[in-house]
Nanobody, 120 residues
Framework: QVQPVESGGGLVQPGGSLRLSCDVV????????MNWYRQAPGKERGVVATITAGGVTSYTESVKGRFTISRDKLKNTMHLQMDSLKPEDTAVYYC??????????????WGQGTQVTVSS
């Protein structure tokens, strides 16, 4: 059974930094991409950053230049370095991993989320 587990959330002042981690418990193969999503109260969950198996990264516009996604392939761990945090970054952050393999096809694995609160 594959289970992503997030850590690193917490309370930080505006302008501060946090580093989120996503550790994968269980055996995982056929990774297509790894993603960070977030969901603020009363809002829909949306993608924040993505890193493909080939290392290509992409970010939602509001975090470009402030957040950096990275991956340790040997450890199957993903990170999100968040700098210059703003109150509007407050949300629950989720890790999602997409895999593809034959014959099962596509699979998605979600973590339980970690709370990030940016407030003075």
């Amino acid at each position: 059974q594959v289970q992503p587990v997030e850590s690193g959330g917490g309370l930080v002042q505006p302008g501060g930094s946090l580093r989120l981690s996503c550790d994968v418990v269980g055996s995982l193969s056929g990774i297509y991409d790894m993603n960070w999503y977030r969901q603020a109260p009363g809002k829909e969950r949306g993608v924040v950053a993505t890193i493909t198996a080939g290392g290509v990264t992409s970010y939602t516009e509001s975090v470009k230049g402030r957040f950096t996604i990275s991956r340790d392939k040997l450890k199957n761990t993903m990170h999100l370095q968040m700098d210059s945090l703003k109150p509007e970054d407050t949300a629950v952050y989720y890790c999602k991993i997409r895999t593809w393999s034959a014959p099962s096809g596509w699979n998605e694995y979600w973590g339980q989320g970690t709370q990030v609160t940016v407030s003075s």
